[in-house]
């Protein structure tokens, strides 16, 4: 009837995606020639993991390769029994000037053209995509300015679906891993149950504070994430 009063549990239906189904992650990593990538990659399957993703890992893949996994994967969400709730995707690999991903045979992939595989799936039809890239996009440094927290160099991206970062900066990883999906794990891992872009936003005021020695220099550099995001409901990785 007209005027009704909502249940909190439709409510919350109607605010937050329904995460109650499978989840499906895809990590897609270059190693070789990347220190520090594979500590990237074992962080990140932990999460994964611990936040119930059924977790698929392809390492040191080509450019063709790229596309291909991203095909059979969202092959495999179209083909299973039962509905999915959420993709992830992570590409962690070197990258290009312009954007592209360079795969482990220094061949060419574009990151759009796997985001679009990936929106061609049927089962995740009005379900959240999270991209996750690790990639420089050139060899410019941002030093900030003294004390700044709000670098403008982005060295690092972060896509909610989807994007990539700011042309001409690099990507900082050290044999430790990446400032980004390191702390990316630290501060999901601390408050699984909180909004995600919430999160994120946690973790790129943490990256921002951060002074790193950039390749090849004695100085030290700022790093920044970019957060795309056309979600259109709170997004919570774990209930």
Same mark, same amino acid.
């Given at each position: 009837?007209?005027?009704?009063?909502?249940?909190?549990?439709?409510?919350?239906?109607?605010?937050?995606?329904?995460?109650?189904?499978?989840?499906?992650?895809?990590?897609?990593?270059?190693?070789?020639?990347?220190?520090?990538?594979?500590?990237?990659?074992?962080?990140?399957?932990?999460?994964?993991?611990?936040?119930?993703?059924?977790?698929?890992?392809?390492?040191?893949?080509?450019?063709?390769?790229?596309?291909?996994?991203?095909?059979?994967?969202?092959?495999?969400?179209?083909?299973?029994?039962?509905?999915?709730?959420?993709?992830?995707?992570?590409?962690?690999?070197?990258?290009?000037?312009?954007?592209?991903?360079?795969?482990?045979?220094?061949?060419?992939?574009? #990151? +759009?053209?796997?985001?679009? !595989? @990936?929106?061609?799936?049927?089962?995740? =039809?009005? %379900?959240?995509?999270?991209? $996750?890239?690790?990639?420089?996009?050139?060899?410019?440094?941002?030093?900030?300015?003294?004390?700044?927290?709000?670098?403008?160099?982005?060295?690092?991206?972060?896509?909610?679906?989807?994007?990539?970062?700011?042309?001409?900066?690099?990507?900082?990883?050290?044999?430790?891993?990446?400032?980004?999906?390191?702390?990316?794990?630290?501060?999901?891992?601390?408050? #699984? +149950?909180?909004?995600?872009? !919430? @999160?994120?936003?946690?973790?790129?005021? =943490?990256? %921002?504070?951060?002074?790193? $020695?950039?390749?090849?220099?004695?100085?030290?550099?700022?790093?920044?994430?970019?957060?795309?995001?056309?979600?259109?409901?709170?997004?919570?990785?774990?209930?």
């Amino acid at each position: 009837p007209s005027g009704q009063l909502r249940q909190p549990q439709q409510l919350v239906q109607d605010t937050h995606y329904d995460l109650s189904r499978a989840r499906a992650a895809l990590f897609l990593a270059v190693i070789q020639d990347r220190p520090g990538a594979q500590h990237d990659v074992e962080a990140l399957r932990g999460l994964c993991q611990a936040l119930g993703f059924e977790t698929t890992l392809r390492t040191d893949p080509t450019a063709q390769a790229f596309q291909e996994e991203l095909a059979e994967f969202r092959e495999r969400l179209d083909t299973r029994s039962g509905p999915v709730s959420c993709a992830l995707v992570a590409l962690m690999a070197h990258g290009g000037p312009r954007g592209q991903l360079m795969g482990a045979d220094w061949q060419e992939v574009h #990151p +759009e053209a796997l985001q679009r !595989e @990936l929106s061609h799936c049927r089962a995740l =039809r009005g %379900c959240p995509k999270i991209f $996750l890239l690790q990639a420089c996009r050139g060899g410019e440094q941002d030093a900030g300015a003294p004390g700044d927290m709000e670098a403008e160099g982005q060295g690092l991206s972060l896509t909610l679906w989807p994007w990539s970062p700011d042309l001409g900066y690099v990507a900082y990883r050290d044999e430790k891993g990446s400032d980004f999906i390191q702390t990316l794990v630290e501060v999901l891992r601390a408050k #699984p +149950e909180g909004d995600l872009l !919430e @999160l994120l936003t946690e973790v790129n005021r =943490r990256v %921002c504070e951060q002074d790193v $020695l950039g390749p090849d220099c004695d100085e030290l550099r700022k790093a920044c994430l970019e957060i795309r995001s056309s979600l259109r409901r709170r997004l919570c990785l774990q209930a």
